[in-house]
């Protein structure tokens, strides 16, 4: 693995802030929301995240972690739409919701292949994106955000009610 340059920390460090701004969000809110300051802060970093990946490059060209930016802005966009304007009617929130967690979901996935592969940093953890324990954390950070997911739209109706 190539060594991190001034750029990839600047996004790691942006994209740590995200992190911290998300799951503050989510717990004290249940969900993120663009009217809080910390729904603000997760968002702007998430995006600066995004964008930012989309220029590093540590194998040749486009690679899954381009797409897991381009998957995070579309859900940022999305998210926003639903929180901004009535285009989805009652399933606005909702769909604010699984996109805005999504965005989370995207964020851990290459924060963990990349942490693993690195660290530490004379014998990573893995060295394969193959590895059994990669692996599982994909599917812990999958089944999280599905758990999640259903809590929040079950606190949404419940808040409509």
Known sequence: MPEITLFGWFHTIVGIA????????????????????????????????????????????????????????????????????????????????????????????PAITDGLTRLPADAPIVTSIEDPLLLGFYMAFLSTYVIGVIAQIIWLRKRSS
């Open 18 to 109: 995200a992190l911290v701004f998300g799951v503050y969000s989510l717990a004290k809110f249940k969900v993120i929301q663009s009217s809080e300051f910390t729904g603000k802060v997760y968002l702007a970093c998430t995006l600066i995240a995004a964008i930012s990946a989309l220029f590093i490059y540590h194998r040749d060209g486009f690679g899954p972690a381009h797409m897991l930016a381009v998957l995070t802005l579309l859900a940022v966009l999305v998210g926003a739409v639903a929180e901004k304007t009535n285009v989805f009617g009652k399933l606005s929130p909702y769909l604010q919701a699984v996109s805005y967690t999504g965005t989370f979901l995207f964020h851990m996935i």
